[in-house]
């Protein structure tokens, strides 16, 4: 009587062990296994961790295997469990695998294809195409899209993090509830013993350094050393935490009047500043999205202020970018008074106070949640509902939307609020003329041995741009990214249809390096760049001045977040800044979804190219006093997971 052996492979994470029943049926090309019991009696099966073997006997050979049917049954309880892989090894000798990866709860079954990927045009039996198809009508009624906010992009039909799929819940909650961690931060940073006071003011700015002295990190202190220097509020524009807003004005907006005679004694080349904007030496930064939001109150008695600074930078002669105009709002006037490094030191310094206030409110919204987060959020929900997990592109993108719907769902459980936007062309690609910009020229690496690393699984699965065009399930997933997760938006510049293989590799790029090297670029330096909270204060008490001459020591301190909040504020960026416990850093692949010797051979490649680059910025970062690291390969996970 032929026999297979199926072996099993149970999830090392907490709980992916069970004690439910588990059968198994093999389905080949010339007939079924019987529904088999796996167990082995004397010993304890599908322990967290262990690696099972079984024999199924059948009583004639059942051709190629094309499916694996598992089954979990309820013993006395429901067990969840988590299956890695299923191999089977043939009468014949040969191994076949079963990638899984995935859990299965209450009393249900998991078919599962072998390892190998396949485009829907590559199906050719009605068994293995009658598969596809139910995995995907399954999956849809359990990703299903929801409008969180107006105006938002779409995300997961789940209220709390319990109500998510468990394919995508977090292995355990332990170290995600964001009111949990910051209560730790708080207590770990010695912060504590200031909420007794939460609306009272500080007194000076060597006050705030009382909830810094368990600080042991050298940007942040150098921060806190130089952060009244233009240099300093400069230089953050290119490689602090928020490195995305700056761009070469190429003429100035009439919202902005700044003149020559305002600035000249800030320029170094005796040009104009008109001949400065064309030689490429003046750049803008404009928080126009912030126009409008209305003050809110935080509480009965206390008014929280937003402006829609903009802010003129300077390219001095040493290449260092400085501040050298600033307007706290769009609307120029008497009321509107353009702010000078030549102003009183009081009046200047509220000023940047306030650009650096703007930048905090657009980084957290725009720039970290929906820039990141939220758009993670919209390719990992069309990715569940449009590409079986035997899709090469599945197979692609599966480890970089990990967690992804698990962090946001907490977050809208807990922590965010309104607002968002889109970007533009920004100018700034020409490393000639930022030669400091180091976010733009680690990232336009990691961009390119990501792309190649795309470039090469494209290839591998797709012959031609005609059998991109052909492939229904990938031009379905592209479709329902635009039309349903952004809601088809006129200001949406994504596709609706990819028609070659240049595009599509073009387009997955995009996804895997936003939801990795973009998110860590923007995420893991909040501690670095925001823990000194005059730096970049959280929020403003008072409205920001309509005249020069108003500012003072007292008058920036009122301005400032009180003690309670200045607390908190650190607790947050502490605690959004701490990478998780076992994360996965971009090019770890440990759950083997792809299982051709290509695709490995091309994963290796990439890891070696991301090692190279890692070791390139550890040796330009050695002796800096700022060294920039967020870019760094092995500082960046996989996935949006924090």
């Known amino acids: 009587m032929p026999s297979y052996t199926v072996t099993v492979s149970t999830g090392s994470q907490w709980f992916a062990g069970t004690d439910d029943y588990i059968y198994i049926t093999l389905v080949g090309s010339e007939g079924c296994s019987e529904r088999t019991l796996l167990d082995k009696a004397l010993y304890d099966d599908f322990e967290r961790g262990a690696v099972d073997s079984y024999d199924v006997r059948v009583g004639e050979n059942l051709g190629e295997i094309l499916l694996v049917k598992i089954e979990k049954k309820k013993y006395w309880m429901q067990d969840d469990w988590y299956c890695s892989y299923i191999t089977v090894k043939t009468p014949s000798g040969d191994y076949l695998e079963f990638p899984c990866f995935r859990w299965l709860v209450d009393d249900k079954e998991v078919v599962l294809r072998d390892g190998r990927a396949h485009l829907p045009q590559d199906d050719k039996t009605s068994l293995v195409k009658q598969h596809r198809q139910k995995e995907l009508d399954s999956r849809r009624k359990t990703y299903r899209w929801k409008e969180w906010q107006p105006g938002f992009p779409m995300s997961i039909d789940a209220d709390r993090h319990k109500d998510l799929p468990r394919d995508v819940q977090f292995d355990s909650e332990k170290g995600v509830d964001f009111v949990l961690n910051y209560s730790k931060a708080i207590e770990n940073l010695f912060v504590n013993q200031f909420m007794h006071m939460f609306q009272s003011s500080w007194s000076d700015f060597g006050d705030f350094e009382k909830i810094f002295v368990r600080i042991k990190n050298t940007i942040s202190e150098y921060v806190m050393q130089h952060w009244k220097e233009d240099f300093m509020f400069g230089y953050q524009f290119l490689n602090g935490c928020n490195p995305v807003v700056i761009e070469k004005c190429l003429k100035l907006p009439d919202k902005f009047p700044v003149t020559h ?27 126009e999205v912030l126009d409008g939001i209305r003050s809110n109150c935080t509480d009965p008695c206390t008014l929280q202020y937003l402006a829609p600074t903009i802010c003129l930078l300077y390219k001095n002669t040493q290449n260092k970018i400085l501040p050298i105009a600033i307007q706290l709002g769009q609307t120029p006037g008497k009321d509107q008074p353009i702010f000078l490094p030549t102003d009183d030191k009081y009046d200047w310094l509220l000023a940047k106070i306030w650009v650096r206030s703007s930048d905090f409110q657009y980084h957290q919204t725009i720039t970290h949640l929906l820039r990141t987060h939220l758009i ?62 180091f976010y733009r ?16 699984v494209v290839h591998i699965y797709y012959t031609s741009d005609e059998t991109v065009q052909e492939d229904g399930e990938i031009q379905a997933f592209i479709k329902d990214v635009c039309s349903f997760g952004m809601q088809d938006f006129d200001h949406c510049e994504f596709p609706k249809f990819l028609k070659s293989r240049e595009k599509l590799i073009e387009y997955l790029t995009v996804i895997v390096f936003t939801a990795s090297a973009q998110h860590a670029a923007v995420n893991f330096g909040q501690y670095d760049w925001c823990s000194w909270i005059p730096n970049a204060p959280s929020t403003m008490r008072r409205p920001p001045p309509n005249q020069k001459g108003l500012a ?40 083997e979804h792809f299982i051709e010797k290509p695709v490995k051979a091309a994963m290796e490649t990439f890891r070696k190219q991301l090692a190279e680059i890692s070791s390139s910025i550890k040796k330009r970062n050695n002796g800096k006093k700022l060294p920039y690291y967020n870019m760094s390969p092995d500082q960046i996970p996989n996935s949006v997971a924090v």
């Open 261 to 287: 005679e305002m600035v000249s004694v800030s320029l170094e080349r005796e040009l104009t500043l008109e001949q400065e904007i064309e030689a490429g030496n003046i750049y803008i930064v404009d928080y």
């Open 376 to 437: 993670s959020e919209v390719f990992g929900v069309a990715m569940y509902r449009q590409l079986p997990a035997v899709h090469p592109v599945y197979k692609l993108l599966i480890p970089h939307v990990r967690f992804t719907m698990a962090i946001n769902t907490k977050a809208r459980e807990q922590l965010i609020c309104e607002c968002g936007i889109f970007d533009k062309a920004r100018g700034v690609d020409n490393k000639e003329e930022l030669p400091t910009y």
């Open 441 to 456: 020229d680690d990232g336009y690496r990691v961009w390119e041995a990501t792309k190649s690393f795309v470039s090469d």
């Open 552 to 591: 003072d020591v007292n008058l920036i301190i009122e301005s400032l977040p009180d003690r309670g909040r200045s607390s908190w504020h650190l607790g947050a960026v502490w605690a959004l800044s701490q990478y998780q416990e076992g994360e996965l850093y971009l090019g770890m692949y440990p759950d």
